[in-house]
Each structure stands twice: as structure tokens, then as C-alpha cells.
């Protein structure tokens, strides 16, 4: 069914839920990985004026380079990964990526915002679900670092 799996990260310690997700599809399906960041070019534009701006995209492009290694690194033997690092909007460029890439899902990480807070913050996941040719699933990437209450998902399930 999937065949190659594009995987977004931003590098954040809840990314090993999305990771480890995108992993076992890719064990599953016997597919390949697409590990991809995107250096957001937009938010340099709010640095202030005495910032460098270099310094900062070094920064950017370094920690890119830790996130798709990390990527790769927790991937289970076996499958193949690809690297990309990119610049631009987030959301354009991952449903670009997908299209690029010839991929058949996209596994990203959400932070399950609602209410007000999607609506201030906007959502690179929501932006990418309504956009995107293929399909796309969503995991919580806060939920590892939170306390489960309840009624809440399990680790093995998936928010669509």
C-alpha cells in the first residue's frame, strides 16, 4: 500500500512518537522513508535587526541536520531513508516534498492545538491535511511528554 513514506520533523523530543510511527509503516509496508525539514525562512523575518542573520540560519540548517540524522538513526533496520533539508513555508513545502518525492503518505506530528489557539498559531498539520494529494496521518507529539489521563489514546493509536 505505501511504498515511500514522507516523514517531516522539526526536531523536537515528541518527534520520536512520529518517528517510531513512521518506522513501523515503513517496517510494515517494506517502504522507504523520506526524512525531511524545512528551515522556516519566514520566521527570520521577526528576528530583531542586530541579530545575525547568518549565525541564526547555521543554526537552523545544523539543527535540520540533527533532526533527519535522528530520523534515520531510530528507523528499524533496514529501511531505506532519504534526507532533505529545504527552506521556505512549512506547509508548502511538505506537500511540495510529497509531490516531489513521489511519496503515498505523509506522517507528521501535530500538537493537537484546538479552540483559539489553532486559530492564533495556525497549524502546519492542518495546512498540509487540507492540501496534500495523498493521504496524511497525524500523532500527537506532546502526549509523550504529558501524563496520560483517562480516556485518552494509547500510544499505538493515531490522531486522523
Known amino acids: 500500500m505505501y511504498d515511500r513514506i514522507l516523514l517531516p520533523t522539526d526536531g ?15 517496517r ?9 525539514y524545512v528551515v522556516d525562512t519566514a520566521s527570520l523575518t521577526t528576528m530583531p535587526m542586530d541579530a545575525s542573520l547568518d549565525g541564526i540560519h547555521g543554526l537552523m540548517q545544523e539543527e535540520g541536520e540533527a533532526a533527519v540524522e535522528e530520523a534515520q538513526r531510530r528507523m528499524p533496520e533496514g529501511v531505506d531513508v532519504d534526507q532533505t533539508i529545504t527552506e521556505g513555508a512549512p506547509a508548502a513545502q511538505i506537500v511540495d516534498c510529497a509531490d516531489e ?9 501535530t500538537h493537537g492545538r484546538g479552540g483559539l489557539n489553532r486559530l492564533l498559531l495556525g497549524s502546519v498539520a492542518e495546512h498540509v491535511v487540507r492540501r496534500s494529494s ?24 493515531v490522531e486522523h
Open 12 to 26: 523536537s523530543a515528541g518527534m520520536t512518537r512520529v518517528i517510531d510511527h513512521a518506522g513501523e509503516l515503513a
Open 28 to 36: 510494515i509496508h517494506d517502504a522507504s522513508v523520506h526524512a525531511l
Open 101 to 109: 518525492a513521489d511519496c503515498d503518505v505523509v506522517v507528521m506530528g
Open 134 to 157: 495523498v493521504p496524511v496521518v497525524t500523532v500527537r507529539v506532546d502526549a509523550e511528554t504529558e501524563p496520560k489521563s483517562a480516556g485518552e489514546p494509547s500510544v499505538q493509536e
